[in-house]
């Protein structure tokens, strides 16, 4: 116990050092910082979402610079295909004897960090790439498996739907994200302290503040503490009532939700609160911190009907419908 609390003081202290480097360069967006640190310690994987110049992209690689892991980026467009994100057999000479063979050329998933930019520009059939080295880490080739090196994290941006030249996300690949975060508009303040520091000549340096068997440690301590009875049926009842053929769901669950969140969603709200309770100093998670995550876990779980549609009733609501009718799990 004593070994888990250095480690959380140690969480804490990191936690501060990131941000300290990623607000270098990016200014404002304190919530979208902290919940991308939050995954990154879960070890779960994030889909950004917002409209083009809010800095998603920048915000990713300012943070892969502040840790000392392999990182790669990988440009989303419509013609590409899934051999360009994880690799293909290349037919090559043996220099020695002469002899022709087939070897594994690595694509870019392998490394530590991917930055999956503008996942929603690329049809489903490349995205479904992604899917195993996701939920599995490792790649398969042929008849071959390599293994992904640790820690794996994917963070993605996308434009919104509504963009022309997009393709939503199969719901197989949105569950492989244990958030989904929207990120919006700085205000009037940001906004102008941006345009100061980026229109002048000085660039901040970044400086890297943790390594991979640093990170590693880190997320299994958070991984260990433990969470009480009530916290966990209170998360496993909040996504079960989600679900529209579940008799503990309200009517209007019934009516507005066409598919819900599955056992990932619940996977994942414990994780996300034993991550807020660390990052806080604390050794137990709580309701509040359940809450705390429930809405960028489930928003991009739950699948609203038409009914929803037809009266304007969104995912984001429907999340909040639930947060609100869900009792606590200590009954």
Avoid: C
Avoid at 12 to 31: M, N
């Amino acid at each position: 116990m004593e070994n888990l609390i250095d480690q959380i003081q140690n969480l804490k202290q990191a936690t501060s050092e990131l941000k300290a480097e990623v607000r270098k360069v990016i200014v404002g967006q304190d919530k979208v910082i902290q919940e991308i640190l939050i995954a990154l310690f879960a070890n779960g994987h994030i889909l950004i979402e917002g409209v083009p110049g809010l800095a998603k992209t920048l915000m990713i690689s300012s943070l892969a610079r502040a840790l000392s892991l392999s990182f790669s980026r990988i440009q989303f467009t419509p013609d590409l295909m899934p051999s360009d994100i994880t690799g293909t057999d290349i037919l090559v000479t043996d220099q020695d004897s002469g002899t022709r063979g087939f070897e594994y050329l690595k694509g870019p998933i392998f490394a530590n960090i991917i930055l999956a930019d503008e996942i929603n520009r690329t049809p489903p059939k490349t995205q479904s790439a992604l899917l195993q080295a996701m939920q599995e880490y490792n790649v398969t080739s042929g008849n071959k498996t390599w293994n992904l090196d640790r820690p794996f994290i994917v963070m993605a941006t996308q434009n919104p739907i509504e963009q022309e030249g997009t393709y939503p996300l199969p719901e197989a690949q949105l569950d492989r994200f244990m958030f989904y975060i929207n990120i919006d508009y700085p205000s009037y303040e940001e906004e102008l302290s941006i345009v100061d520091s980026t229109t002048g000549m000085d660039l901040p340096e970044i400086t890297p503040r943790l390594g991979a068997q640093q990170i590693i440690t880190l997320q299994n301590a958070i991984r260990s503490l433990p969470a009480s009875d009530h916290v966990l049926k209170y998360a496993v009842n909040l996504v079960r009532r989600s679900r529209p053929n579940s008799p503990d769901a309200d009517p209007e669950i019934k009516k507005w939700v066409s598919w819900g969140a599955g056992p990932r969603a619940s996977q994942n709200l414990v994780l996300g609160a034993k991550a807020v309770a660390a990052l806080d100093g604390r050794l137990s998670p709580s309701e509040d911190d359940v809450r705390r995550v429930a809405p960028i876990v489930l928003k991009h779980r739950i699948i609203v009907s038409f009914a929803a549609e037809a009266e304007g009733i969104n995912a984001a609501e429907i999340v909040h419908k639930l947060l609100n009718s869900t009792l606590g799990g200590k009954s």
